[in-house]
């Protein structure tokens, strides 16, 4: 149980153009949604929470007409990188946790990644 | 905010041998996770473990809420165990449930 599943997997696009990542929780409603991003050999860097049906959090320093997140039921959230450029380029993770997988305990299932490549 | 220190950063071992890994956290946790981290970077849940002990075949883990710290041991390691291994807290208090991650402990296995 807990599978969280990403798509696509791996993305290469032009600058300028638009990308949107899919994170769905495949077993179980998740009540809340994180979105990561990580660097080469260097650890996961939380970009934004987000509640179902909720305008989503996001941490100090990212942009949020950049990065678009967007919860929409509670097996869903999709990230949309707005006119992309090289330095977007990165490893995008979702995860989600679900008081019906682990109470009050927040425990977070991971999807596999997004890798986006601009060029 | 909280700060999550893992130790050691990188860890060369020979298959078969143990190894011991750790993370220390500054505040007091509802949560403390561990990940391992596979070579096409998917984060494998290893164990959710705010505090006590658990083991899952030749991993084990231990969290001492009270002094807050938390070890991490592979026996009899194997290739495979190859990856990066993490440690996430949750804050004490925290309504959202944001983990905080530590920098990973690199860890090769030679055959």
């Known amino acids: 149980g807990a599978v969280v599943s990403q798509h696509p997997s791996r993305v290469i696009c032009k600058s300028g153009t638009s990308v949107k990542i899919e994170c769905r929780s495949l077993?179980?409603?998740?009540?809340?949604m994180f979105w990561y991003r990580q660097f080469p050999k260097q650890s996961l860097m939380l970009m934004a929470t987000?509640?179902?049906?909720?305008?989503?959090?996001?941490e100090q320093g990212v942009e949020k007409d950049k990065f678009l997140i967007n919860h929409a039921s509670l097996t869903l959230s999709t990230l949309t990188v707005t006119s992309a450029h090289p330095e977007d380029s990165s490893f995008y993770i979702c995860?989600?946790?679900?008081?019906?997988?682990?109470?009050?305990?927040?425990?977070?299932?991971f999807g596999p990644g997004t890798r986006l490549t601009v060029l | 905010g909280i700060q999550v220190e893992q130790s050691p950063p990188d860890l060369i071992l020979q298959e078969g041998a143990n190894s011991t890994l750790r993370c220390n956290f500054s505040?007091?946790?509802?949560?403390l996770q561990w990940f391992h981290q596979n070579p096409w970077g998917q984060l494998i849940n290893l164990f959710y473990?705010?505090?006590g002990t658990k083991q899952n075949g030749r991993l084990s883990a231990t969290t001492v809420a009270t002094e807050r710290y938390s070890l991490l041991y592979i026996s009899s390691s194997q290739t495979t165990d190859s990856g990066v291994y993490f440690c996430?807290?949750?804050?004490?208090?925290?309504?959202?449930?944001?983990?905080?991650f530590g920098r990973g402990t690199q860890l090769t296995v030679w055959p």
């Open positions: 505040d007091s946790v509802n949560n």
């Open positions: 987000s509640n179902e049906g909720s305008k989503a959090t996001y």
């Open positions: 996430a807290v949750v804050v004490r208090g925290s309504t959202l449930g944001r983990l905080y």
């Open positions: 995860s989600a946790s679900s008081r019906e997988t682990s109470g009050s305990s927040y425990e977070q299932f």
């Open positions: 473990i705010p505090s």
């Open positions: 077993d179980f409603q998740a009540t809340t």
